[in-house]
């Protein structure tokens, strides 16, 4: 089974910047950050699918977000620029091990994906 360790959270000032990372210990078809604030569900923030290298990005975090993928080193990455503190939220990295990877409409499903981290904390200050 693919494991996932997320690191790279931390707090900032609103509009500074933190990369997010996550090791993957095997192969997944789709992988994407999910964020859950205090209070509320969890949301998809940004997927890619790992064959094409396509992204995907919620409108809330597009043109600020970046997602990418090292293949050789098999981890995830979640670039975070110019934050605001609605960005304050536990980040998650989950990952699809199944064929085929979730199309376009579920690509932020959360039951799209079958791997999950646990999580790294992002704390964004006014």
């Known amino acids: 089974q693919v494991h996932l360790v997320e690191s790279g959270g931390g707090s900032v000032q609103a509009g500074g910047s933190l990369r997010l990372s996550c090791a993957a210990s095997g192969y997944a078809y789709s992988m994407a950050w999910f964020r859950q604030a205090p209070g509320k569900e969890r949301e998809g923030v940004a997927s890619?699918?790992?064959?094409?290298?396509?992204?995907y990005y919620a409108d809330s975090v597009k043109d600020r977000f970046t997602i990418s993928r090292d293949g050789a080193k098999n981890t995830l990455f979640l670039q975070m620029n110019r934050l605001q503190p609605g960005d304050t939220a536990m980040y998650y990295c989950?990952?699809?091990?199944?064929?085929?990877?979730?199309?376009?409409?579920?690509?932020?499903?959360?039951?799209?994906?079958?791997?999950w981290g646990q999580g790294t904390q992002v704390t964004v200050s006014s």
């Open positions: 890619i699918y790992t064959n094409s290298g396509r992204t």
């Open positions: 989950a990952a699809d091990t199944s064929w085929p990877p979730p199309s376009l409409p579920r690509v932020f499903a959360f039951n799209a994906y079958d791997i």
